[in-house]
C-alpha cells in the first residue's frame, strides 16, 4: 500500500476517533475490544456501556492498547495489540495455548470500518503492530486468525484471517484445531 496510510497508538487524545470507529455498538456486539481481557461472565455481565468504559479507563491510564489506521486522515481501523498477559481470557484458552515460554505481544482483534474491508487494511495493520511492538522493546508478534472459509461475515474473522497473517510475513507455529493457527513474527 501507499503513504496514504498513518498509524496512530490509541491515546485520550485519539478516544473519540476510536468511538466513531466502533460506533454505539462498540464494533460488534458492545465488545469494545474487552473481550480478551475480560473471562466468562464478567464479559457477558458488563458488555456494552461498561466494557467502553474498561476501555476507556486503561486508555485514560496511558496504555496504548492498540493502533488506529487512518487513511487520508479519515479513521478506516483498528488492531489490538499487547503483552500477551494483558488477555487473561489467553491464559486460560485450551486451543490458543502459549507455544513456548518466550514473551510475545499477542494481536488479539481488528476492527476496519465497513467502507474499506477487503482493500488490505488488516495486512498493513499488522505491519504498523510489528514495528510498534518493536518501538517497545518486544521481540516477538503473535497472533491468533481463523483460516477463514470464503466470504465470512466480519464479526466471525475479528482475529484476522491466516492469509492476512502470511501476508504480512507472520509464521505459523502452532495449530491446536483445524481453524484456529497462532502466528508468529519475529522482530529483527
Not at 475490544?33 to 473471562?39: A, D, G, Q, V
Not at 488488516?122 to 518501538?135: N, P
Request: positive net charge.
Amino acid at each position: 500500500m501507499t503513504t496514504e496510510f498513518s498509524f496512530k497508538p490509541i491515546k485520550r487524545n485519539l478516544w473519540t476517533d476510536f468511538e466513531e470507529l466502533f460506533g454505539s455498538n462498540g464494533a460488534c456486539a458492545g465488545c469494545w475490544c474487552m473481550f480478551w481481557k475480560l473471562r466468562g461472565k464478567a464479559y457477558e455481565e458488563a458488555r456494552g456501556y461498561e466494557t467502553r468504559q474498561m476501555h476507556k479507563s486503561i486508555v485514560d491510564s496511558g496504555i496504548p492498547t492498540g493502533l488506529l489506521a487512518y487513511l487520508h486522515g479519515e479513521i478506516v481501523g483498528w488492531i489490538a495489540v499487547e503483552p500477551r498477559e494483558s488477555y487473561p481470557r489467553l491464559a486460560h484458552s485450551r486451543f490458543l495455548k502459549p507455544v513456548d515460554d518466550q514473551p510475545v505481544w499477542s494481536i488479539t482483534c481488528f476492527f476496519v470500518a465497513k467502507g474499506f474491508r477487503r482493500k488490505g487494511i488488516t495486512v498493513e495493520l499488522l505491519r504498523a503492530a510489528v514495528v510498534h511492538v518493536k518501538k517497545q522493546g518486544g521481540k516477538i508478534v503473535e497472533g491468533y486468525p481463523v483460516d477463514a472459509q470464503k466470504n465470512m461475515p466480519a464479526p466471525d474473522i475479528y482475529t484476522g484471517t491466516a492469509s492476512a497473517f502470511r501476508q504480512a510475513g507472520f509464521q505459523e507455529v502452532a495449530r491446536l484445531t483445524p481453524t484456529r493457527p497462532i502466528f508468529r513474527f519475529i522482530v529483527d
